[in-house]
């Protein structure tokens, strides 16, 4: 089983704006959400270890994710859903997020350490999860544990600045999972932030030095991504997408193929990892950039199935 964590929310987001109005449409989201339910309409075993509320918005969350085949491995919270609202300016998305003590905040290390099955073979952790407080530290202190017990450990931060408090407390913890994590993902804006100073070349060169990942993906929007693993790199080009709707969980859909690619092509193991060659890295990584394209095409997040990608 692929075991996701990370954040679980409701996206408001923008349907209309006029003079007198801003209309908004509610729809699931979150970076480990989206990842979880990529992963699994692509035919995989997932289970989903953050809580998700028992409000009436939680059950709209919880329903899609089960429905899906999900299988949902804490108990349910009573605290709150978490709220993104989603702005959007020529397609692109931008949020604000209302996530205080709600649901998906209630983490400590006993709770995932009695819910993380015994069948996981790889755990993946995302975005808002690490951001700051008791969750963060538990986050990363699981996601080390499970990296020593020979589990594969895979992350996609997902930086939101806004939403970073200590710049300083977070760069240490990132790099604190970068360096216990066997897959890594982040766009090329996650580089420039975490290496301002630096250009694209210098920043993944930096990347790659600093870190003791397998296989390191970055991702570079319309200009497709960049796969790098046992001393290749393989780029490949953004898949076409006729009819551009929106980019939300587009990076989340990339990354939840990626991880029902290499489960299903025996790959999702520390040892196997090693062994990845150049060919089949190129094959995961433009079938990746093709359900980004797919999901690009419609409203939200609402990643392929494997039949759509086939």
């Known amino acids: 089983m692929i075991v996701v964590g990370g954040d679980n929310l409701i996206d408001l987001i923008e349907s209309a704006r006029n003079d007198g109005a801003v209309s908004f449409v509610g729809a699931r989201g979150g970076s480990g959400y989206n990842t979880a339910r990529a992963a699994v309409r692509q035919d995989q075993s997932v289970g989903f270890i953050t809580p998700i509320a028992t409000d009436n918005l939680g059950h709209f969350l919880a329903e899609k994710m089960i429905s899906d085949g999900v299988e949902l491995l804490s108990p349910r919270s009573q605290k709150p859903s978490s709220l993104a609202v989603v702005t959007l300016n020529n397609g692109q998305p931008s949020y604000q997020f209302y996530r205080d003590d709600t649901a998906e905040r209630q983490v400590d290390l006993p709770l995932l350490q009695n819910n993380?099955?015994?069948?996981?073979?790889?755990?993946?952790?995302?975005?808002?999860?690490?951001?700051?407080?008791?969750?963060?530290?538990?986050w990363a202190d699981f996601f080390a544990q499970k990296h020593a017990a020979g589990i594969v450990t895979t992350l996609d931060p997902n930086v939101r600045p806004m939403l970073i408090p200590d710049r300083?407390?977070?760069?240490?913890?990132?790099?604190?999972?970068?360096?216990?994590?066997?897959i890594i993902k982040l766009s090329d804006e996650d580089l420039e932030w975490v290496?301002?100073?630096?250009d694209f070349d210098a920043t993944c060169a930096e990347l790659l030095t600093k870190t003791k990942a397998k296989l390191t993906i970055v991702t570079k929007g319309g200009e497709g991504a960049i796969g790098y693993c046992n001393g290749a790199s393989v780029t490949v080009p953004a898949h076409p997408v006729p009819k551009m709707v929106d980019t939300v969980g587009a990076g989340d859909t990339f990354m939840g193929t990626v991880l029902s690619q290499l489960n299903a092509s025996g790959f999702l193991a520390q040892d196997a990892l090693e062994t990845l060659g150049q060919t089949t890295l190129t094959t995961l990584l433009t079938r990746a950039a093709k359900a980004a394209a797919i999901n690009c095409g419609r409203e939200?997040?609402?990643?392929?199935t494997a039949e759509e990608l086939a």
């Open 300 to 304: 939200g997040c609402d990643p392929p």
């Open 195 to 198: 290496f301002p100073d630096l």
């Open 116 to 138: 993380f099955p015994a069948n996981g073979r790889a755990f993946h952790l995302t975005s808002l999860a690490i951001i700051s407080g008791t969750d963060a530290d538990a």
């Open 168 to 182: 300083e407390a977070y760069l240490e913890r990132l790099w604190r999972l970068m360096n216990t994590a066997d």
